[in-house]
């Protein structure tokens, strides 16, 4: 403590040959190896890797926060003080005071059961003596200083009463609730919209100058490391494979694999490719298309009716992708799960190849599904876990009366051999794949019936962007060969601008604006879309910091 | 030690499997294979069997009739009523035979020597080898049919309410309410008298009430699952509800079920014994075995053998199950084979206590 009273611009971090072991089977497997950083006052850190590249694993371990068969290995000093290896009493006094977290999910990581206001009091009483009084005036405070719009409705509400960014927001107040020295940003705002993001970054930027903090930055998107960063290190598989300020790794990556990384973001191009969209002839019918289609929830019990999409009109025709875009709770899941039959629509019209989808029988809606495919945002999720992935390809053929065994497993060898998948991973269970392999099975089992339209729910958003790119590619090469009309369903404008051919944008349960790509993407007329196209943080520094002095002028 | 071994050998055989290149496996192979690779199970389940047979075999058992003692015309002697199926053992479990060795059993190992009462003689001079028997398979017989019958209901009850919700869901929650309350005991005291004694009925009767806890867990198991996103692709494949329950959701909450089922049926045994000890479950002179020790508790000291056996009966009984039930929930679970062993762990631990230490220093 001494330390930061003599000199100020002293290192707050020292990491030097730091690396985590995991004891699995038998042996030790390192997760990460060598880090060597230092972090000073009010430096941010960003340290950039796909899942699995041990960026997260190697910051807990600082805070020793290792599972029961991990070690640390190294030396990481705080301000002098050696944190590996030292005993739980000194961890305990660190941890949320000199170093606080701020978690990817701040649903989990509040406790449902207690106000906001009680857990920041909490926090603060664990760390210092203030009396309750005054740890509620701090509370107060802290609230009022992550500008959250009315602090003492948030502190006398639940976590489940905030919206994300909120939530977000009472998560940072509390973390630095006793003026940490060192604030651990683990993936911030991977949970939330762009627009949200935008404004919780700017936050975080704010704050840090004001406290004066460092921050490590933990993250996988290249545009909010853009956007915050100062210095930067690249993790792959356990190892750092460059560091350097954030400006030189953007401008010149020397590594192979930084270079790999930084391609596979899809951004958003300036000025978009020529116009693919073919010129339809007239005689053309809509495989898909809505008139002023409404669906609702149903009211239960006490909660009245809920209005998800109102008034949508589109038009999807064959060999078509159209992308649905849009901040959560826009309603652009809920078209996509009408589209399938999964939610009922109220009213309007919405017909699937010629038939008509409102107030449909259940055996017509079976026939209609025989023509539809439904890929799923979370690939863990979707594909039963006591099932191997080839029954799960198959179900859909069984299903539509297709007895033969014989025809179904010539049929699913096919469809793995389709999405490029081994044949004999189909007696493998779905937690036997990774994220992308499993995705890729999705896609499988929603093409198994050779569907005239494909619904595909944010497939990309659950996986790293190195294996997004593939499953991207994978799916516009299909697409291309068979032909089939797409709603692509996604937030993320970059790969919209990747795949799409015409996007329609959505915002509170309609549809603001319909166009081609290019013509929403670099020419938004409606007001909300160039608030969404604006927020989208670029993964280059020096762009980034215009478009945010651009925005705080605008 | 046990534990390792099994894995390994599952972990060796998935390899074998997935080299082969086989043609598709569905669900049920693999579950098969799995189950007949854990060795715990297949050895218990060898051992429930081996039980089952040697009790029904060796003493026979009562087809039909009152179960009660009737005078045989033809020979004068005391029979149970109903078709009797002999057994390979001489002796029956109603008949009191003169007594042998002052009741002490006869069997011994050092020389092997099996003798007349092998597990001795009560007070009257019945052969505790076949009332055991007898009793075993009454038990079993209880233990089952409880078991499988409010495995049946619960599954069904909570599925049902679990999946559709709404009002089927009241509907049912509100029936295992009602049936919760029922007091077992009293319930037992009324149709006791009715039933009088005879097991299969009494198993019946108690297989109708004991489900709603497993009800219960399996409604809260299925309101979880119903939300996950393979249940919607399911449903978009044109799965019916019937395959959605059964083929779908079941199969990821079989661990639940099984754990609650053993416990269930090891639990029938003794709820089967106090009944007994009420005087409302299976009466003299048909036995259980919880009736033997109840009958027999006052003999503690000085004829202890008439507790060893049926009580021995009834621990294996309770722990094959169990076994039986780990080796199907993992079987179901593929996930299982990737946990890391118990001696695996302490290893990893006094390894990083070590290298730790030498950090510090």
């Known amino acids: 403590m001494s330390t930061t009273a003599t ?8 990491v030097s040959g730091l690396g985590v072991d995991f004891w699995v089977d038998g042996e030790w497997v390192s997760a990460a190896r060598n880090m060597d950083y230092t972090l000073s006052p009010g430096e941010v850190l960003a340290i950039v890797g796909e899942s699995g590249s041990g960026k997260s694993t190697s910051s807990m371990a600082i805070l020793g926060l290792l599972p029961d068969n991990g070690r640390a290995l190294g030396s990481a000093k705080l301000v002098g003080q050696e944190l590996i290896g030292a005993d739980l009493q000194t961890l305990r006094k660190v941890r949320g005071n000199r170093i606080a977290v701020i978690f990817q999910e701040p649903m989990t990581a509040l406790n449902p059961v207690y106000t906001i206001g009680f857990q920041i009091i909490e926090a603060l009483q664990v760390h210092t003596n203030l009396s309750k009084a005054q740890a509620r005036v701090r509370a107060l405070e802290l609230l009022e200083m992550v500008e959250l719009p009315d602090p003492q409705k948030a502190f006398d509400s639940y976590p489940h009463q905030l919206s994300g960014g909120q939530r977000q927001r009472a998560m940072i107040a509390q973390s630095i609730s006793c003026d940490p020295l060192l604030l651990i940003a683990d993936e911030p705002t991977t949970a939330l919209d762009v627009t949200v993001q935008a404004e919780i970054l700017d936050l975080l930027r704010n704050l840090h100058t004001r406290l004066n903090s460092a921050i490590i930055l933990i993250t996988h998107d290249m545009g909010v490391v853009a956007d915050l960063a100062d210095k930067m290190i690249v993790m792959k598989d356990g190892e750092v494979v460059e560091s350097g300020t954030a400006m030189q790794v953007f401008r010149e990556p020397k590594v192979p694999y930084t270079q790999e990384l ?11 490719p020529a116009v693919s969209v073919a010129q339809r002839e007239a005689a053309v019918q809509p495989v898909l298309s809505m008139r002023d289609l409404v669906i609702e929830y149903p009211k239960r019990g006490r909660v009245p009716a809920f209005r998800a999409v109102e008034g949508a009109t589109l038009d999807i025709y064959p060999g078509e992708v159209l992308a649905l875009v849009g901040e959560s709770g826009s309603g652009k899941t809920t078209i996509g799960r009408a589209v399938v039959g999964l939610v009922p629509s109220h009213s309007g019209e919405l017909s699937v190849d010629g038939k008509n989808m409102v107030g449909i029988s259940r055996g017509d809606l079976r026939e209609v599904r025989k023509s539809l495919g ?17 029954q799960s390809i198959g179900e859909p053929l069984v299903l539509a009366g297709e007895k033969d065994q014989k025809v179904v497993d010539k049929r699913v060898e096919d469809l793995l051999e389709l999405v490029q998948l081994p044949r004999n991973y189909r007696n493998r269970f779905p937690h036997e794949l990774s994220g992308g392999q499993r995705q890729r099975v999705g896609i499988a089992r929603a093409l198994a019936l050779k569907p005239r339209v494909l619904v595909a729910d944010e497939p990309t958003s659950a996986l790293d962007v190195s294996v997004q790119a593939r499953v991207l590619d994978l799916l516009q090469e299909i697409q291309r060969e068979q032909q089939f009309a797409t709603l692509f369903i996604s937030h993320d404008l970059g790969v919209v601008d990747l795949l799409a051919d015409r996007i329609a944008v959505m915002h509170r349960g309609r549809i603001v604006e319909v166009g081609t790509s290019s013509e929403v993407l670099r020419h938004p007329k409606d007001p909300y879309t160039q608030r969404l196209i604006s927020a989208v943080p670029l993964p280059d520094p020096e762009a980034q910091r215009e478009r945010r002095e651009q925005r705080s002028r605008g | 030690m046990t534990n390792t071994k099994p894995t390994a050998d599952a972990a060796a055989n998935e390899m074998t499997i997935e080299q082969r290149e086989t043609a598709g496996l569905s669900q049920g192979t693999i579950v098969r294979r799995r189950f007949l690779h854990h060795r715990g199970a297949v050895v218990s389940l060898g051992v429930l069997i081996f039980i089952t047979l040697f009790a029904f075999s060796s003493v026979g058992t009562v087809v039909g009739g009152s179960g009660r003692l009737v005078v045989d015309p033809d020979t004068g002697r005391q029979v149970v009523d109903g078709i009797r199926l002999a057994g390979w053992w001489w002796a029956d479990w109603y008949t009191n035979y003169p007594i042998v060795n002052g009741g ?17 003689q009560d007070t009257l001079g019945k052969d505790v080898f076949a009332r055991v028997m007898r009793g075993t398979q009454q038990s079993l017989t209880v233990t089952v049919i409880v078991g499988v019958l409010s495995t049946i209901i619960g599954i069904l009850v909570g599925a049902i309410s679990g999946y559709f919700r709404r009002w089927a869901d009241q509907l049912l929650m509100r029936f295992t309410d009602v049936i919760i309350i029922i007091p077992l005991l009293v319930l037992g005291a009324v149709l006791g008298r009715t039933i009088g004694g005879n097991a299969i009925l009494l198993a019946i009767l108690l297989g109708l009430i004991a489900w709603p806890g497993l009800a219960r867990l399996v409604r809260a198991e299925f309101l979880s699952l119903r939300e996950r996103e393979f249940v919607d692709a399911a449903r978009v494949a044109g799965a019916s509800d019937a395959r959605i329950i059964f083929r779908h959701i079941l199969p990821n909450a079989v661990g639940v079920i099984i754990v609650n089922t053993t416990l269930l049926m090891s639990a029938a045994i003794l709820l089967e014994t106090s009944l007994s000890f009420l005087g409302f479950g299976i009466k003299s002179p048909d036995v259980s075995l919880g009736q033997i020790i109840t009958e027999y508790q006052e003999a503690f000291k000085t004829r202890p053998w008439l507790f060893w056996w049926p009580g021995l009966i009834i621990v294996s009984i309770a722990l094959t199950i169990n076994f039986i039930g780990d080796g199907l929930r993992d079987a179901f679970d593929p996930r299982q084979k990737r946990a890391l062993t118990r001696k695996a762990r302490a290893l990893a631990s006094a390894t990083v206590a070590s290298t730790s230490s030498r950090d510090v220093s």
């Open chain 1, 7 to 14: 000199d100020p611009a002293a290192p707050i971090l020292e």
């Open chain 1, 262 to 272: 930084l391609a596979a973001v899809p951004k958003l191009a300036a000025e978009g």
């Open chain 1, 374 to 390: 439904i890929v799923f945002q979370d690939p863990g999720s979707s594909l039963n876990p006591r099932w191997p992935i080839g």
């Open chain 2, 104 to 120: 002490s059993p006869t069997l011994t190992l050092f020389p092997f020597h099996i003798g007349e009462h092998p597990f001795g």
